[in-house]
């Protein structure tokens, strides 16, 4: 099962503030 | 990219994943690349909750490198919030995993600091130094270290 990326990064900062979580945000050109 | 089940377990266990891509999602890569210096695909960024980056991997790495990188950064995340016991805990099992990775004497050195910070014992610091004398003697690690023996 790939990792289920989102794409609204302002939406997941703001998650990751309220649920004190970590975030990876991947810079990516591989095909979609 | 991203195709190991370790790797989607870690990410999944310690993140939420975002991706801008550079050309479908070309408007935030450009917003995102500026805020954060990503200038290079594929970049890949650790950020804790307030959106502050703690670690980052350029350009493509194997499995095991990647994913060693990835529990590198997420060790001194829990390292800069001075979760210490945790960091150490992260660091070590980076070693034991994957001890022939870039990440493996980074790990061992950060390790010994991250005990050093839990116990105010320099004892930790001493047992690094020795560590280093078998293993990794060539890595710019050892060199830090070695002012410890």
């Given at each position: 099962m790939p990792i289920q990326f989102r794409h609204d990064v302002d939406a997941v900062l703001k998650e990751a503030n309220q649920q004190k979580r970590p975030v990876l945000l991947d810079f990516s050109a591989a095909p979609m | 990219m991203w195709p190991d089940e370790r790797v989607?377990?870690?990410?999944?266990?310690?993140?939420?994943?975002?991706?801008?891509?550079?050309?479908?999602?070309?408007?935030?890569?450009?917003?995102?690349?500026?805020?954060?210096?990503?200038?290079?695909?594929?970049?890949?960024?650790e950020l804790d909750s307030d959106g502050v980056e703690h670690h980052r991997i350029e350009g493509f790495l194997p499995n095991d490198d990647l994913l060693a990188q990835l529990m590198l950064g997420r060790a001194?995340?829990?390292?800069?919030?001075?979760?210490?016991?945790?960091?150490?805990?992260?660091?070590?099992?980076?070693?034991?995993?994957?001890?022939?990775?870039?990440?493996?004497?980074?790990?061992?050195?950060w390790a010994g600091v991250s005990r050093y910070k839990s116990t105010h014992d320099s004892t930790p610091l001493k047992e690094t130094a020795q560590a280093f004398s078998t293993r990794y003697q060539d890595s710019s690690w050892a060199k830090k270290a070695s002012v410890w023996a």
């Open positions: - | 989607v377990s870690f990410v999944n266990e310690n993140f939420i994943p975002a991706r801008v891509h550079v050309k479908d999602d070309a408007e935030a890569f450009r917003r995102f690349g500026d805020k954060y210096n990503a200038l290079w695909t594929p970049t890949i960024l001194h995340m829990d390292f800069k919030q001075g979760k210490f016991p945790e960091a150490e805990k992260r660091f070590r099992e980076i070693v034991e995993k994957f001890p022939n990775t870039d990440a493996g004497p980074e790990a061992l050195y």
